[in-house]
């Protein structure tokens, strides 16, 4: 049974940071590129950032040089460092793991940035 689970998100004031995980289980992770997606009210789903299997990271425009992307292939787990974060950043974030046709998501994480 594949299952992602995020961490708990919560609220943080501008500026500042959180660390986002997903752990995962039921497939093998190694071999699956991750990802991060966020949805905000009103607004599609979007990409903020994913590692491929072999390590490589790419990030949205709007995060480049605040959140980071990285994996731990021993632990089955992908985290997204957000840094200098700003309102705009309230969403709902959702773990995602793709190889081919396999595309599974987690259940999702709120995020609020407010002061």
């Known amino acids: 049974q594949v299952q992602l689970v995020e961490s708990r998100g919560g609220l943080v004031q501008p500026g500042g940071s959180l660390r986002l995980s997903c752990a995962a289980s039921?497939?093998?992770?190694?071999?699956?590129?991750m990802g991060w997606y966020r949805q905000a009210p009103g607004k599609q789903r979007e990409l903020v950032a994913r590692?491929?299997?072999?390590?490589?990271?790419n990030y949205a425009d709007s995060v480049k040089g605040r959140f980071t992307i990285s994996r731990d292939n021993a632990k089955n787990t992908v985290y997204l460092q957000m840094n200098s974060l700003k309102p705009e950043d309230t969403a709902v974030y959702y773990c995602?793991?793709?190889?081919?046709?396999?595309?599974?998501w987690g259940q999702g994480t709120q995020v609020t940035v407010s002061s």
């Open positions: 995602n793991a793709n190889r081919r046709d396999w595309n599974y």
């Open positions: 039921g497939f093998p992770f190694s071999i699956y590129d």
């Open positions: 590692v491929s299997a072999g390590g490589s990271a």
